[in-house]
């Protein structure tokens, strides 16, 4: 069941006197939590148990969570550190025009003409445009994220295509 | 407190000099550089600079919204996990 899931927040605190939860969210789709009926708590996707969702407030990073069966401070503050994970078939689709970090991981570099670039190893996610760092010639090499360098993204290939211009794929500490 | 406005913006003379070499020549090229605390001007929109941040350089492609930053604005100090790594709803551009 492990790799069926879809890690969408974590319990950070207990929120009231009635059981609300205050929930991290890693989703970046709008109104997630709002439209969940059920979601799975664990501390890994392994070991999971289902919880009924009972009313969510709020957006953004920080979500207040109401469960059936946590009605009280005491019984939300045993949840805390827990994550919350949804099933793969009740993953939401990515925002227009942006892709899931989890899809991009493993994606193979290559320029229009198919020369291979490289394997995007992991995303930064920084203030002027996000970062695929790839792992090409045993070195790491930074991508900005921008349509003028990263012209193409294929998730369901696997593929990214990049204009290679001059100095992306040069070794910056080499001079 | 704000910089004198009878100064002007600091723009480092090197790298503007590489962007005007650059645009003279209608090239593209990664300029790496060190200059955090040069102020991006409408010269540098659709250069990729190499911004030094302590430990590495961090591609920094300008776009409009960036003028009148700082370079340095744009390359941090200091690494902050922002996505939970394995299989998250968490996207990328």
């Known amino acids: 069941m492990a790799q069926d899931l879809c890690l969408i927040g974590s319990i950070v605190a207990a929120h009231g006197i009635r059981g609300g939860l205050k929930v991290q969210s890693f989703s970046d789709v709008p109104g997630r939590f709002s439209r969940l009926e059920t979601v799975l708590l664990g501390h890994a996707p392994e070991r999971v148990r289902p919880a009924v969702v009972v009313d969510a407030a709020g957006d953004g990073s920080r979500v207040i969570l109401q469960l059936e069966d946590c009605d009280d401070r005491e019984a939300a503050e045993l949840l805390v550190g827990l994550n919350i994970y949804v099933e793969d078939a009740e993953m939401a689709d990515p925002p227009e025009g942006r892709h899931f970090i989890h899809d991009l991981i493993g994606c193979t570099v290559q320029t229009a003409s198919g020369e291979y670039r490289g394997t995007v190893r992991d995303v930064m996610l920084l203030p002027a445009n996000d970062i695929y760092v790839v792992e090409f010639e045993g070195r790491e090499v930074l991508l900005p994220a921008v349509p003028a360098i990263v012209t193409m993204v294929n998730t369901a290939e696997k593929a990214i295509t990049v204009e290679p211009i001059a100095g992306l794929f040069e070794d910056p500490d080499a001079d | ?93």
């Not at chain 2, 723009?11 to 590489?18: F, Q, S």
């Not at chain 2, 593209?28 to 911004?51: E, L, N, Q, S, Y």
């Open chain 2, 1 to 93: 407190m704000a910089r004198s406005l009878k100064k002007g913006p600091y723009i480092d003379e090197k790298l503007a000099g590489k962007v005007d070499e650059l645009n003279r020549t209608n090239q593209k090229r990664v300029i790496k550089t060190w200059a955090r605390r040069c102020t991006i001007p409408p010269d540098f929109i659709g250069h990729t600079f190499a911004v030094h941040n302590g430990n590495k350089f961090i591609p920094v492609y300008v776009q409009e919204n960036m003028i009148g930053h700082k370079l340095g604005e744009f390359s941090p100090t200091r690494i902050f996990r922002s996505h939970p790594g394995g299989k998250a709803e968490k996207s990328s551009r």
